[in-house]
C-alpha cells in the first residue's frame, strides 16, 4: 500500500477478511444489507438511487462505487442519478439551515431546555432579515432540487427523508415525512427508505474498515 493513497478500488477486497475475523456478525450485516436494498414496497431501481444519494452524504467512496455500478444496471440514467445527488445535496444543506434555528437560541441565550421545538422554526426568518438574497439563493436551489424531473416528487421525498435520517435532522425528518404523507407515500414506503438509508449509513463504517485493516498492518 502506498502510504499516500488512502483510497484505491483494489484496496476493497480487504472486506472479504472481516468474514474471518468476525464471521458471525459479517453474515448478518451482509443478509441485512441484501433485504434492506431488495425490491419491496420500493422499487430495487428507487432503493439503489436512495443508496447513491446516502452514500455522497455519508462520503463513503467504496458505497458511491458499488451502488452507482448497480443503478447502472438496472437501468438508471445519469439524468435520475444527479437527480437524487441534488435531493442529497438539498437535504445535507437543509439540515445546516435548519439548526441556524438552534444557532439563534444559542446565541441568543434563551435558557431554553428544549433544543428542538417545531416553534423553533419560525426564527430561520430571521436569517433572511440579515441577508435577504442569500437566504432566497439558498431556497430556490431546495426548491429546483425538490422539484419533480425524471424523478417524482414522490420519489424525492422518499430520498429526503432517507437522507434526514442520515443528517440526524429532526426538523427535516418532521417536515419531509408530513410531505411525503401528503403526497400518498405509505408508511411502509418510507420504513423502506430509512431501512435503506441504515444499511448504508452501516456500509460506510464497513467499507472504512479497509482503512483500518491497511492502518493496523502498517
Excluded at 449509513?201 to 485493516?213: M, P
Amino acid at each position: 500500500m502506498s502510504n499516500d493513497s488512502l483510497y484505491k478500488k483494489s484496496y476493497s477486497v480487504r472486506l472479504s477478511e472481516l468474514g474471518k475475523l468476525a464471521p458471525a456478525t459479517f453474515r448478518a450485516f451482509g443478509a441485512f444489507n441484501q433485504q434492506a436494498l431488495s425490491a419491496g414496497a420500493l422499487s430495487a431501481k428507487l432503493k439503489e438511487l436512495i443508496a447513491v444519494a446516502v452514500a455522497h452524504v455519508t462520503g463513503c467512496p467504496y458505497c458511491i462505487e458499488a451502488h452507482v455500478k448497480k443503478i447502472k444496471e438496472l437501468e438508471a440514467s445519469k439524468e435520475e442519478m444527479t437527480e437524487a445527488i441534488m435531493v442529497a445535496t438539498a437535504l445535507k444543506a437543509g439540515s445546516a439551515m435548519a439548526h441556524g434555528a438552534n444557532a439563534l437560541q444559542a446565541y441568543d441565550e434563551t435558557g431554553e431546555d428544549d433544543l428542538y421545538t417545531l416553534s423553533s422554526m419560525k426564527r430561520l426568518k430571521e436569517f433572511r432579515e440579515e441577508n435577504a438574497e442569500l437566504f432566497r439563493s439558498y431556497l430556490a436551489f431546495s426548491h429546483q432540487a425538490m422539484k419533480p424531473g425524471l424523478l417524482s416528487q414522490k420519489e424525492k421525498e422518499c430520498i429526503a427523508v432517507a437522507i434526514a435520517h442520515v443528517t440526524g435532522c429532526a426538523y427535516c425528518i418532521d417536515g419531509h415525512t408530513k410531505m411525503a404523507k401528503k403526497l400518498g407515500v405509505t408508511m411502509e414506503e418510507l420504513t423502506e427508505a430509512i431501512f435503506v438509508a441504515t444499511a448504508l449509513k452501516a456500509g460506510s463504517a464497513l467499507a472504512h474498515s479497509i482503512n483500518a485493516l491497511n492502518a493496523y498492518d502498517e
